[in-house]
């Protein structure tokens, strides 16, 4: 199979998986009568402890990999690509709606521009330009943005999903500057490594509390959390860093684009109404992450470097 074919399956997978995380999320905090289970740090403590436990066998067969080169940009996606973000979004999903994470969420491919230019020397092209523009207008006609946002009272909120995405751009131009060489199951693996001991003091430090009951609900809300940090969280995060390697920093940014398409989709079998204009939305989202895609494979065709498996 082609790299080119690879990458786009990996790009709808990935967008079906974490399309569904925010769900996963709420659904381990909440249960169904709206009552809290676990808090939004629980949640996220879980999330990083069990995807690095997950991982922890292929880690530790791995550590020779890690040297004095390496070992600051693996840190550096532990925590900007998993840790950090795993704490801010399950804040966020306290307050906001999925819609509103959602286009937060897509700002990664402009904080991607922003520091790959600043920092890693990106070489950008007025066709990424173009490209994230239409997605980025396609998106907010696919969720009404117009009539969402709210900022007034919830700036701490929006903002640690910013914070979010900065750290996502961060590990994204890491991975493609100096992590390359790595598989990206052992580039995974020891990333999520080297934060399962910061989780488990967390998880250890903040768990259970007063209002913890170990009944029924408790356990259903703690099985969605396991399947957000095994399959939402590190095989995830796995099939990303390979999508890294194999097409552009950009281009897997462009993930966090079809992930409103996905939630969509949800309502539909939700019983959900959709108007034309929010399929050309998606038209527009999907011809925007093309253009990326495009763009970054006629740039690189020449100097891409293949990890090896």
Partial sequence: ??????????????AIIWGSSFILMNKGMFGPD??????????????????SLFLSPIALRSLKIINRQNFFPLLIVGLCGNFLPAFMFTYAETALNHSLVGVLNSTTPIFTIILGVLFFKMQVTIWHIVGIGVSTFGLFGLLGIGANLDFS????????VLFATLCYATSLN??????????????????????????AII???????????????????LVYILILGIIGTSI?????????????ALFASSVTYLIPIVALIWGLADGEDVNWIQVFSMLLIIGGVLMINLASRKRNSKKRIVPSA
């Fill in 1 to 14: 199979m082609g790299d080119k074919l690879l990458s786009w399956i990996l790009l709808i997978i990935l």
């Fill in 34 to 51: 709206g009552s809290q289970l676990y808090t939004s740090n629980q949640v996220a403590a879980f999330r990083i402890f069990f995807a």
């Fill in 153 to 160: 009272s919830s700036i701490s909120y929006v903002l640690a």
């Fill in 174 to 199: 890491t991975i493609k500057r100096y992590l390359t060489h790595i598989p990206p199951i052992k580039l995974t693996s020891l990333a999520f490594f080297l934060v399962l001991i910061p989780s």
């Fill in 203 to 221: 998880l250890v430090s903040i768990f259970p509390d007063s209002s913890f009951e170990w009944n029924k609900e408790y356990q259903i809300g």
């Fill in 236 to 248: 995830a995060v796995i099939l990303f860093n390979r999508m890294i390697q194999m097409s552009s």
